[in-house]
Structures are given as C-alpha cells and as structure tokens.
C-alpha cells in the first residue's frame, strides 16, 4: 500500500494517490490498524475539543463545537472532567488498534512447548492432528476471551465515535 496525501491547498482539491496491492487486503484489519494507530495517537495529543456527549454543564449538552471557548474560559472543572472522559475513550481505541498492529499478541496466552502430530484415524487414510506434547504445553483460553474481548470495546468505541475523530 502507498499512500500520499498533499496538504490542504488554499484552493482546490487536496492531491491524494492511494495504491492498495492485493497482499494488503489479505489482512486489511492489520493493514488499516497500521494506519489508524498512529493517527489516533496523534489526533489525542494535538486535539483542541472533545464530543459534545463529553461536554455537559447542569445537565445540559453542548450540541456545537462553537461553544469550547466559552466553555472552556466558564466551566474549566467540566471542561476538564469530560475531556478525561474522553481520553479515556480515546485510550481504550489506542489500545486496540496498538493490541491489532501486533503479530503475535495471543503468543502471551500459550504456554510450554507446542508440538502436534498427526495420527492415523481409520483404514481410509484419515488423520488427526494430536497434540504430542499436551502435558508441556497448554492454553489460557479465558484470558485469550477476555483480551479479545477488551479489544473489540475499542474497535465499538471507534465506530460509535468515528465522526468525532477531528480536530
């Protein structure tokens, strides 16, 4: 994949030539978490505003990013708390985009030495993979659950969130 993308000019398009090679929709979910990962990261360091959902004072949402600076300059305790609110969101989809540019991050969950075999089933030539090493080597299936489970909160949060990634 290559991928340029120009500035925004003063007038006229923005300049954007994207190539995708076959190989990068064989794992497009790694492929876009490559991509998404940085970004976000950048976008939580740099961003000047939150969701409105995140912005509340008495009770009552702000429906318009055009109110920061009052809010911000009148409500600093409010501004400050739904801006943690929103880190936190934001951290939990950093996180799983981070969790989907690794490899190898359900290596954690196998433990010992893995060594399968092939048997022979029936007369017909069947075989069935064994595991030939079973009391070396086992598998935390709960914990592999649960991390697989943590990261779609943050690929959900991405997705109830995705048009609130500006800045």
Same mark, same amino acid.
């Given at each position: ?5 120009? &500035? +925004?000019? &003063?007038?006229?398009? *923005?300049?954007? $030539? ?5 190989? !990068? ?13 940085p970004a976000l990261? @950048?976008?939580? #360091? ?7 959902? %995140?912005?509340?004072? /008495?009770?009552?949402? =702000? $429906?318009?990013?055009?109110? +920061? ?9 409010? %501004?400050?708390?739904? #801006?943690?609110? =929103? ?7 950093? =996180?799983? %985009? @981070? ?7 359900? $290596? ?22 064994? $595991?030939?090493?079973? /009391?070396?080597?086992?598998? !935390?299936?709960?914990?592999? @659950?649960?991390? #697989?489970? *943590?990261? @779609?909160?943050?690929? !959900?949060? %991405?997705? &109830?969130?995705y048009r609130n990634? =500006?800045?």
């Amino acid at each position: 994949m290559k991928i340029s993308m120009g &500035k +925004f000019p &003063k007038s006229g398009e *923005r300049r954007i $030539d994207i190539k995708i090679d076959h190989f !990068d929709t064989w794992n497009l979910d790694h492929t876009l978490a490559m991509i998404i990962y940085p970004a976000l990261l @950048q976008l939580k #360091e740099i961003k000047h505003g939150l969701p409105s959902e %995140f912005a509340t004072v /008495g009770g009552e949402d =702000w $429906d318009s990013q055009l109110s +920061f600076d009052f809010y911000v300059e009148t409500q600093p305790e409010c %501004f400050a708390l739904g #801006e943690k609110r =929103w880190d936190e969101v934001m951290d939990k989809m950093i =996180w799983s %985009f @981070q969790q989907l540019c690794l490899d190898d991050y359900t $290596d954690k969950y196998h433990h010992g030495e893995m060594k399968m075999g092939w048997t022979d089933m029936d007369a017909n030539g069947m075989s069935e993979m064994i $595991d030939e090493n079973p /009391g070396e080597h086992w598998y !935390d299936h709960v914990g592999n @659950q649960l991390h #697989e489970e *943590r990261i @779609q909160e943050g690929l !959900d949060l %991405f997705s &109830k969130y995705y048009r609130n990634l =500006w800045d």
